[in-house]
C-alpha cells in the first residue's frame, strides 16, 4: 500500500484518514506529523495511526505528503520538509486554502504537486474537493491524488488554479454558510413558537432530504426549488421576501469575500517568504 504522511493532525487531516481507513487503508501505512501530544494521543487511539512529534520523520519513506496545517503555518515547516521531500520527490498534496503551487514549489522545491480543496464533510464521506496539478504530476499520481481524496467523497479536477479560492469560496467554506442558514431557520421557527427540539430536528431533515434529492435525483436546484413552490403559496411568499431582501447579492459577496480572502492569505505569505 501507498505510504501516506500528514503533516498537521487537525480536523481536515483526521476527516481525510477516517475516509482513507474506511475504503482499506491500513493505519500502518499513514503517519502523522502533530505538535499537539493531546492530539497525537487521540489520533493513534482513535484511528490506530503512527504519529510523530516532528515533520521529518513523519515525512521520511512517505510516497505522498498531505500538507494539512494551517496557511499561516506553511513556510514554517518547509525547513523541516525541503530535504526529505528532495530525496524521495513524493507527491505533495497541499488542502491548504489559498496557498498557490507556485509558493509551494518555491517553499518545498520542484515537486509534483496538488493543490485541493475538499470540505468538512469528508469526516463522513460525504466530502466535496476540487483538485488543481502542476506539470510534474504523473497520470499514475494524479490517479493518486484522487485515490486519497475520492475515500472522502466527490471529487472534480480544475484546470485553471486561479479558479481554486472560487472552490474555497464554494464547496470549501460552504458548510459554513449551510449551516449558518440552517441556524437562523431554526432560529426563526423558534421565534414563532416552536420548541427547539423539533425545530432542530426538521430542519436538519430537510436539509438533508433536500441534499439528497440534490445529489441523488438528477435535477437541478432550480428544478427542485420550482416543485416546491406552489402558485401563491406559502414558499412563493418566502422566496419572494428571499429575493426583496436580496439573497441572490448577499450570496454573492459572502462568496466574493471568501475568495478575496483565499488570495490575500497567499499575498500575505509572499510577504512574509
Ligand atoms: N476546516 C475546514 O473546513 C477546511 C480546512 N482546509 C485547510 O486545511 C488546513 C488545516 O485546517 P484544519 O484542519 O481546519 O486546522 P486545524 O487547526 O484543525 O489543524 C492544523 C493542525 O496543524 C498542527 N500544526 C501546527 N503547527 C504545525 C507544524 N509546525 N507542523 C505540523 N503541524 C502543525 C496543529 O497543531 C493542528 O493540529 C488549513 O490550511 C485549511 O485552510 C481545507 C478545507 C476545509
Ligand atoms: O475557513 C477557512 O479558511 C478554511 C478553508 C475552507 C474552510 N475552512
Redesign the pocket.
Known amino acids: 500500500m501507498t505510504q501516506i504522511a500528514f503533516?498537521?493532525?487537525?480536523?481536515?487531516?483526521r476527516s481525510l484518514i477516517g475516509g482513507l481507513l474506511k475504503h482499506g487503508a491500513a493505519p500502518g501505512d499513514i503517519n502523522v506529523?502533530?505538535?499537539?501530544a493531546a492530539?497525537r494521543e487521540a489520533l493513534t487511539r482513535d484511528l490506530g495511526v503512527t504519529c510523530h512529534g516532528d515533520?521529518k520523520t513523519a515525512a521520511a519513506g512517505a510516497e505522498v505528503v498531505v500538507l494539512?496545517?494551517?496557511?499561516q503555518?506553511m513556510p514554517?515547516?518547509q525547513g523541516?520538509l525541503r530535504d526529505v521531500l528532495r530525496a524521495k520527490s513524493p507527491l505533495l498534496i497541499s488542502?491548504?486554502?489559498?496557498?498557490r503551487i507556485d509558493q509551494l514549489e518555491r517553499w518545498f522545491g520542484a515537486l509534483p504537486i496538488v493543490r485541493c480543496?475538499?470540505?468538512?464533510p469528508a469526516l463522513i464521506g460525504a466530502g466535496a474537493t476540487g483538485l488543481c496539478a502542476n506539470a510534474a504530476v504523473s497520470a499514475a499520481q494524479k490517479a493518486k491524488a484522487q485515490d486519497v481524496l475520492g475515500t472522502a467523497g466527490v471529487t472534480r479536477w480544475i484546470d485553471d488554479e486561479a479558479l481554486m479560492d472560487t472552490v474555497t469560496a464554494l464547496s470549501?467554506?460552504g458548510?459554513a454558510y449551510f449551516f449558518a442558514l440552517v441556524e437562523a431557520m431554526e432560529a426563526a421557527a423558534v421565534a414563532q413558537g416552536l420548541p427547539r427540539d423539533a425545530a432542530r430536528a426538521l430542519a436538519a431533515q430537510t436539509c438533508l432530504g433536500a441534499g439528497r434529492m440534490l445529489t441523488e435525483g438528477g435535477e437541478d436546484a432550480a428544478t427542485l426549488r420550482q416543485r416546491v413552490t406552489s402558485p401563491n403559496g406559502t414558499t412563493q411568499a418566502a422566496l419572494e421576501s428571499f429575493a426583496a431582501d436580496g439573497l441572490p447579492v448577499i450570496v454573492a459577496h459572502a462568496m466574493g469575500a471568501a475568495r478575496k480572502r483565499g488570495a490575500e492569505l497567499a499575498a500575505s505569505l509572499d510577504e512574509t517568504t
Do not use: F
Not at 7 to 13: T, W
Not at 68 to 71: E, N, S, T
Not at 95 to 99: D, N, P
Open positions: 503533516i498537521g493532525g487537525g480536523n481536515m487531516a506529523a502533530e505538535p499537539m492530539a515533520n494539512a496545517v494551517k496557511p503555518v514554517a515547516i523541516d488542502i491548504a486554502a489559498g496557498v480543496m475538499p470540505n468538512t470549501g467554506s458548510p
